[in-house]
């Protein structure tokens, strides 16, 4: 008979005494427990003890995680958290440098556990390592010089255990006094400080920009771009990871006002030539953090340009006006006409008139008004003037070969440039909030100082060669920018390493080779829709879906891991979840770590959490417990859904799904059809003969 499954077995370890087997009823008080285990071992003061897990977690058990206790789990018997974070903030206090040493580094260990972490700060915990950071590192600092490591281990040890205090969420970053902001950002302005010093003074000063505007402004006070800049020139790429996360972090909590003047900043000190050299151009991988912090820059950078796309021009703005005339003027250089006489004038509307026409505007007459359109509003007209007075030969080529083509073959370059820089706005998304999640950065947009420009000009040259591939008319414009869409699309997946780079795939991907790729594409859907392949299909799919099942629940079985995010600021913490072997139970803890908890999946229920982010899904089980996950990735996201859904017996629904369908299938009638190669499948079975008049011909073998 089955135990209990209010009853869990462990193993309880005490130091100096040989461990005991217990079992432990989920019902009964914590506290219950605790002194049955002290009495035990003859231990008075129950009270003062707890029960923690030995692994090197080393969390403390309270009635909010007991449910995560399991058959087999090993605890240990220690002191409680209330004495633990009393003792420690004695120790910390110690006369003796080595005492304080290791109380710091204890405390280091200890406050990654949010039960400790709120009675040491119950206790002005927090408080008192400020004032250790402020005053302290005054107070030792004629032995730096005999006893540099022993400092700087505890000035490392005390700022770690900072950060972790502070990732519970428990304290507001506003409480915190200018002095400490100062202590701080010395650490950071200092050429030679210690890696783990460095490193955590750069987290803390992302937080506190990330969380407070009082702080945000505090710190821009005291650190500039030019003090951060040496730190990315080094070979630590975690140091590098933190430098670009601050810099991020003061850029996105900046008043409108001031990023413009940031940027040109961030510009005069040539950050993002160090950036390439340093970072992206460095003999290393770019892991998944730096990769996301690199994709925050770019969305920032990008975002700059968002006030011009949602400007509107003003037709009587007379500076505005003359940008248009400057175009004209590239293309035409048209010699000044004389305007001494009304007859002159005129002629001079009718010129320019002309020349708008041929230059491509919807409204010939007064082309300020093709702009009064956002997006993509004066980024536009500001594209236009960039290509027309850097890329001048090219300008004039493709305004003076469509004004030479008939009107309803020519590509209007006006209308083209404003709707282009529509459709590159939507691709980088401009204008939006970078994602918490994604790591899709593009190196060769850190290879220019106007690298969105330069993306417009290299993008315009492709449509005007597109529009003649395809031998357009205006009644095609759209049906063109489809492609060029395509194009641009498929030629950044490639993750091209320069813009140069980026030029030579979009002059492998003419229209005739995506008339291919779609081609290949369609070829499934159109090639195999006559009656008998769709019955053979019908026949075939329940075959390839368990197949597709098979796959997703052995994927669970192998197990991902999965980012831990904190709502303070984001870290490299990870958890793993698996599926046991026998699909019968899913394990999960933190990584490299034994498993915390297991999860029966008769119990689970799925709930979608589309309004927190796309990659988030939770599990709930036991009525009240709850498993949230955020994959790394789409692919990690459908593979886990997809899997959980074919454990609770539900149909699997992911696009990742339906690829692979279309795929399997594909493949699958491939194979069956070779031997009828260049043979007509009729849509119709054949007709069934008429009976014979007589069965004469039947032969009696008796």
Known sequence: MPPPADIVKVAIEWPGAYPKLMEIDQKKPLSAIIKEVCDGWSLANHEYYALQHADSSNFYITEKNRNEIKNGTILRLTTSPAQNAQQLHERIQSSSMDAKLEALKDLASL????????????????????????????????????????????????????????????VSWDTFSVAFIKKIASFVNKS???????????????????NSHDLYQKVAQEITIGQLIPHLQGTDQEIQTYTIAVINALFLKAPDERRQEMANILAQKQLRSIILTHVIRAQRA?????????????????NLLEDRMMTKMDPQDQAQRDIIFELRRIAFDAESEPNTSSGSMEKRKSMYTRDYKKLGFINHVNPAMDFTQTPPGMLALDNML???KHHQDAYIRIVL?????????ECPFGRSSIELTKMLCDILKVGELPSETCNDFHPMFFTHDRSFEEFFCICIQLLNKTWKEMRATSEDFNKVMQVVKEQVMRALTTKPSSLDQFKSKLQNLSYTEILKI??????????????PIMELKEKIQPEILELIKQQRLNRLVEGTCFRKLNCRRRQDKFWYCRLSPN??????????????GEVPHESLQDKRLEEVLELAFSILYDSNCQLNFIAPDKHEYC?????????????????????????LLSMEIKLRLLDLENIQIPDAPPPIPKEPSNYDFVYDCN
């Open 639 to 663: 593979i886990w859904t997809d899997g959980l859904n074919a454990l609770l017996g539900k149909d699997m629904m992911s696009d990742l799904t339906r690829n692979d369908l279309d795929t």
């Open 518 to 531: 779609r081609q290949s594409e369609r070829m499934n859907q159109e090639d195999f829709q006559s009656r």
């Open 401 to 409: 070969e469509n004004s030479s083509r008939e009107d309803k073959h």
């Open 286 to 302: 770019i892991n998944n953090e730096m990769a996301h912090q690199l994709y925050v820059l770019q969305v920032l950078t990008f």
């Open 111 to 170: 406050s990654r556990d949010v039960t400790f972490a709120q009675e040491f700060i119950n206790l002005d915990g927090i408080f008192l390592l400020t004032q250790m950071v402020e005053s302290g590192t005054e107070r030792y600092q004629k032995l730096q010089k005999i006893m540099k490591p022993c400092f700087g281990d505890m000035l490392s040890f005390t700022l770690t255990a900072f950060v972790e205090l502070m990732d519970h969420g428990i």
């Open 192 to 210: 030679a400080m210690d890696t783990s010093i460095l490193q955590r003074s750069l987290a803390i000063l992302e937080s506190m920009v990330l």
């Open 386 to 388: 960039y290509f027309a």
């Open 583 to 596: 699909h019968k139970v899913l394990h999960y803890g933190d990584l490299e770590e034994s498993p915390q």
